[in-house]
């Protein structure tokens, strides 16, 4: 079986074990874009998944303008459409929850995360073909909890039990992945990506190293003060941020390469 073979099975596994479990409030809705956003996710693991993956870079959950809208991960609606050339049908979820309403790729939010995180991928990497020939970016846990306020609460926040199954699914989920692509580095984007991968993956039999990079999250400050230029220093560290391909940028934006 093929890589990618092995990357959607994987993925079909996550989407319906994690449909059986359940939470409790403040938790009122929990969107799995895995399910209602199937199309897009699947065109981005067929376009991009196959091959070996020397570095897989890995979120925490989706973000409400990013994945939840359109199935891909840190998956910013402008980036996904125009650079990844994706753009594929995306069902209601239901419930939905009245205050984070998905409308696919009509959504008009931006996604900050996802504008980072592709945005420095692309002027970096030039083209997708380029970047995807040896990495990969994946989330760890597929679904997004939100209160009765619309407010986003990550999975590190549930109650331990709810907590402890979630997570079952997810290790499962991330070892077949390592599993399939045999990466060399796992890269969490952020402290709680990198803490399940090194518990998921402790036991594997070919582990790869666990390396972190500082979450793009606006609610970070570090963040907002030069995301580029601190992460590019963290894969620095790693040995893992080359030179530029000098590949096509996008017209559309400006600013420093990843590695400049």
């Not at 895995?34 to 067929?46: C, G, I, Q, S, T």
């Not at 979820?93 to 900050?112: A, D, N, S, T, Y």
């Not at 606006?218 to 601190?230: D, I, L, S, T, Y």
Request: glycine share 8%.
């Amino acid at each position: 079986m093929s890589a990618l073979a092995r990357v959607r099975a994987a993925t079909r596994e996550l989407r319906k074990s994690v449909a059986d479990l359940r939470f409790t409030e403040p938790v009122v809705t929990v969107y799995n874009p895995l399910e209602y956003a199937r199309r897009p996710h699947d065109a981005y693991l067929k376009r991009y998944g196959e091959g070996r993956k020397r570095v897989l870079f890995l979120g925490m959950n989706p973000g409400p303008y990013g994945m939840a809208q359109t199935g891909v991960p840190f998956g910013e609606i402008r980036w996904v459409r125009d650079w990844l050339e994706i753009e594929e049908r995306v069902d209601r979820p239901q419930p939905e929850h009245p205050k984070r309403p998905i409308l696919g790729f009509e959504c008009e939010r931006k996604e900050v995360s996802g504008d980072r995180v592709w945005g420095a991928i692309s002027q970096h990497w030039g083209t997708p073909e380029h970047f995807f020939k040896d990495h990969f970016v994946a989330n760890y846990c597929p679904l997004v909890f939100m209160e009765e306020s619309g407010r986003n609460r990550t999975p590190d926040k549930l109650p331990a039990a709810e907590r402890d199954a979630l997570f079952a699914c997810c290790d499962r989920y991330l070892q077949r992945l390592v599993a399939a692509w045999a990466p060399d580095w796992v890269i969490g984007i952020g402290a709680f990506a990198a803490r399940r991968a090194t518990c998921a993956l402790a036991e594997s039999q070919h582990a790869p190293s666990i390396g972190t990079v500082l979450h793009p999250s606006p609610a970070n400050p570090r963040a907002n003060r030069n995301w580029v230029g601190e992460v590019t220093a963290q894969l620095a560290e790693l040995r893992l941020c080359g030179r530029p391909t000098g590949a096509r940028r996008d017209p559309r934006r400006s600013g420093r390469r990843l590695g400049e």
